[in-house]
């Protein structure tokens, strides 16, 4: 028995740091890919979830800041990051959860004269930025197995903050806080 929980959680981590490298991809080559920059959110998000699940499968915590997850778009502690044009990201931990939130930045809103057709589509979109917030959470199940779940929230309405520590785990589901939808 204790083999078969052994190669469970080996496989469930390789099958995880896979995910992760055809998640990173786009990264690692420096592919702008012409994304929205919602769409560069939820990536990250998921990303950072993925990347977490890795984690905590070989540490005994989750990680407290990106350097830590080795994503290679996101790095250093939970500051401001170079590496994202349109949002903050933040990342809150405790012994049984992994959060982290995309909140825009004050964008400005001129257009430079010399932007091509897709950063000018990127500037317009600047004005209509939600927060996003994802979650991994990991907890004992009634089988006395660990069990982690993971969730992508976004807030409802344009400029409305939503905090990733009132999401909640109710019946082995994870819930997006009131003013979000799972995304």
């Known amino acids: 028995m204790k083999l ?11 099958g995880t740091m ?8 786009p990264s690692l080559l420096n592919c702008g890919c012409g994304l929205r920059p919602q769409s560069q959110a939820t990536q990250n998000i998921s990303s ?19 350097d830590d997850l080795a994503l290679g778009n996101l790095v250093g502690d939970n500051i401001d990051s170079e590496s994202s044009k349109y949002y903050t990201y933040i990342i809150i931990t405790t012994e ?3 959060l982290i939130q995309a909140i825009p930045k004050d964008i400005p809103k001129a ?13 317009e979109s ?19 197995l660990a069990v982690t779940v993971e ?16 999401i909640v785990l109710k019946d082995g589901e994870l819930q997006c806080p009131e003013g979000s939808e799972r995304f």
């Open 126 to 144: 600047v004005e209509n930025l939600e927060v996003y917030i994802g979650g991994i959470f990991r907890y004992i199940n009634s089988d006395d």
């Open 4 to 14: 078969i929980k052994i190669l469970t959680a080996r496989l469930i981590m390789y």
């Open 111 to 123: 257009i430079p004269e010399d932007s091509s057709s897709q950063e000018k589509n990127q500037y």
């Open 18 to 25: 896979a995910s992760l490298f055809w998640i990173a991809l």
């Open 151 to 166: 969730i992508i929230c976004r807030a409802e309405n344009v400029g409305e903050v939503i905090d990733p520590a009132d």
């Open 48 to 66: 950072v979830n993925k990347a977490q699940m890795a984690y905590r499968t070989e540490n005994t915590s989750f990680a407290d800041n990106f």
């Open 96 to 98: 049984d959860r992994a």
